[in-house]
């Protein structure tokens, strides 16, 4: 079964560094969606992608977090500076379109900082 | 402001009974529903979507209904087995303008033998 993939799985950095995570969406899905999940929290939409174009962005820290889709397919989400709050689980997931469709979720990146 | 809440105390239930999870919501007007499991340290595995016009929604041994009137989904799984404890998460389309879907906080749920 085609599987979202995302690296690193564990990511520790010290604060002020830089981070950036990658994400490959299931072949064929034109939506993909980066969320963040802090512990004891359910995940929250930080960016959403249709093909390579940003679709919603509103809760993007947008001074720190940069996403990128270029051709489309694969992703990156990059965090300048880390901040202590921004440790948390990093879930990239995809759909086949944006309304209606299962979300089909990686198995997330952890960022602790330090 | 939109919101979606799910208890955030824990359900202890013994194996073989059936478990019954909730999610209310408030200012919205979803056009579905759907319920995702996940379990610690990993990613939410999709579970069962409902729409709008159904009231009801089963896949083995799980049910979902659907009550727009009282904006409330109940979530249950029947005959319980402790390989069904797991965080469960209620999810909501945001009618943004992406559609992307907003979760609740989930309700972890504790079978024991």
């Known amino acids: 079964e085609a599987e979202v993939a995302q690296s690193p799985r564990y990511k520790i950095t010290e604060k002020s560094q830089a981070v950036a995570f990658w994400c490959d969406p299931i072949?064929?899905?034109?939506?993909l969606y980066w969320y963040r999940q802090i512990l004891g929290q359910g995940p929250e939409l930080l960016v959403q992608?249709?093909?390579?174009?940003?679709?919603?962005d509103s809760q993007l820290p947008k001074d720190r977090f940069s996403a990128e889709r270029l051709k489309g397919v694969d992703s990156t989400l990059k965090i300048q500076p880390a901040e202590l709050g921004d440790s948390a689980m990093y879930l990239c997931?995809?759909?086949?379109?944006?309304?209606?469709?299962?979300?089909?979720f990686g198995e997330g990146s952890w960022l602790t900082v330090v | 402001s939109q919101k979606i809440e799910q208890n955030s105390e824990a359900l202890n239930i013994q194996e073989g009974k059936t478990a019954t999870l909730t999610c209310n919501y408030t200012?919205?007007?979803?056009?579905?529903l759907q319920w995702y499991r996940q379990d610690p340290g990993r990613g939410p595995v999709f579970l069962l979507l409902?729409?709008?016009?159904?009231k009801e929604k089963r896949k083995e041994r799980l049910k979902v209904t659907f009550d727009t009137t009282l904006k409330q989904s109940l979530f249950h799984i029947t005959a319980s087995q402790p390989a069904d404890s797991a965080t469960y998460l209620c999810?909501?389309?945001?009618?943004?303008?992406?559609?992307?879907?907003?979760f609740g906080k989930g309700t972890s749920l504790l079978v024991t033998p």
């Open positions: 997931a995809s759909s086949l379109s944006d309304s209606g469709n299962t979300i089909y």
């Open positions: 072949s064929g899905h034109a939506t």
């Open positions: 992608f249709q093909d390579e174009s940003v679709v919603d």
């Open positions: 200012n919205y007007s979803p056009a579905y």
């Open positions: 409902i729409r709008e016009n159904e």
């Open positions: 999810a909501l389309d945001s009618s943004n303008s992406g559609y992307a879907l907003n």
